[in-house]
C-alpha cells in the first residue's frame, strides 16, 4: 500500500501498522494513571481480605465463649442432678415415707401390642 492509498505489486513505501506518537509527558501521565488504578485494586482486594481475617477472629472468639458457656451449663446440670443436691431439696425434705403395709406390687403385664415388635 502507497501513501496515497494505492497499492502497486511489489512496490511498498510504508508499513501497514499506523505510528502513534506519544509525548513524554502524555506517556507519564499515562503512567501514573496505570499505577494509580493498580494501586486501588490492590488496596480494594487487601481491605476486603483484612475485613474477612477481623470477621474470622470475631468468630471464633464468639464460638470460645459459647464452648464456655456449653461447659458451664453441663456442670450446672450435672450438680442439679446429683445425689446430694436432690437429697437437700426442699420437696424431698417434704416428702413422707410410705408405710410398707400401703404398698402395692403389680406385675408387669404383657399386652398383645407388645409382641408385635
Do not use: W
Amino acid at each position: 500500500m502507497t501513501s496515497g492509498g494505492h497499492s502497486r505489486r511489489g512496490i511498498r513505501r510504508s508499513t501497514l501498522r499506523s505510528h502513534v506518537n506519544i509525548g513524554m509527558v502524555s506517556l507519564v501521565m499515562i503512567m501514573l494513571f496505570m499505577i494509580t488504578v493498580m494501586g486501588l485494586v490492590s488496596l480494594t482486594s487487601l481491605n476486603s481480605q483484612a475485613t474477612m481475617g477481623y470477621e474470622v477472629n470475631r468468630l471464633e472468639a464468639e464460638r470460645q465463649d459459647l464452648l464456655e458457656d456449653s461447659e458451664i451449663n453441663d456442670m450446672l446440670i450435672l450438680e442439679a442432678r446429683s445425689l446430694d443436691t436432690i437429697t437437700e431439696s426442699d420437696v424431698v425434705a417434704n416428702m413422707v415415707r410410705v408405710k410398707s403395709s400401703e404398698i402395692a406390687y403389680v406385675d408387669p403385664v404383657v399386652t398383645v401390642a407388645s409382641s408385635a415388635y
